[in-house]
């Protein structure tokens, strides 16, 4: 399965997988330091450095595995409607303005804009075009967004 991200998304992927590799390491030095096993069994705190030496591992397994197949999108300059590695600006009917990134799942961060394709709301703006409206069910209520452009992410 191929992974799809913008050229943001891959440099911050590949800082998080090196960031987890270093936590990797300091883990095993910090439990090969308090792995004494005695006649109690294995020290509590050991226990825990074990258990979060797991959930890294599995994080980086996660991250390499995506990174196998990345594919980099956003960089086409001929772009109609909205898709993967878009960015998006809308008015609300309230005449606010918002604009968001289409982004895989990886990437996604409510915070800077960065919606996931597979969200409801980047579901619901798939395939859309300039001036179309967007009837959206949001957690504050139906929403509805008039798309006003349309581009690459860069």
Not at 124 to 140: H, M, S, T, Y
């Amino acid at each position: 399965m191929t992974t799809k991200l913008t050229e943001q998304g891959l440099l911050k992927l590949e800082k998080k997988l090196k960031t987890l590799r270093e936590k990797r390491e300091l883990l095993i030095t910090r439990i090969e330091e308090v792995a004494q096993p005695d006649e109690s069994g294995e020290d509590t705190l050991a226990i825990q450095l074990k258990e979060e030496l797991e959930i890294v591992n599995s994080k980086i397994d996660e991250i390499e595995d995506a990174l196998k197949s990345v594919e980099i999108i956003g960089q086409g300059n001929d772009i109609d409607s909205v898709q993967l590695g878009t960015k998006v600006s809308m008015t609300l009917s309230s005449n606010k303005k918002v604009t968001f990134d289409i982004v895989d799942e990886l990437e996604t961060d409510p915070l800077k804009n960065k919606i996931s394709d597979k969200s409801p709301l980047g579901q619901a703006l798939l395939g859309k075009r300039i001036n179309d409206f967007v009837d959206f069910e949001a957690p504050v209520g139906r929403l509805i967004y008039q798309i006003t452009d349309i581009n690459p992410i860069v």
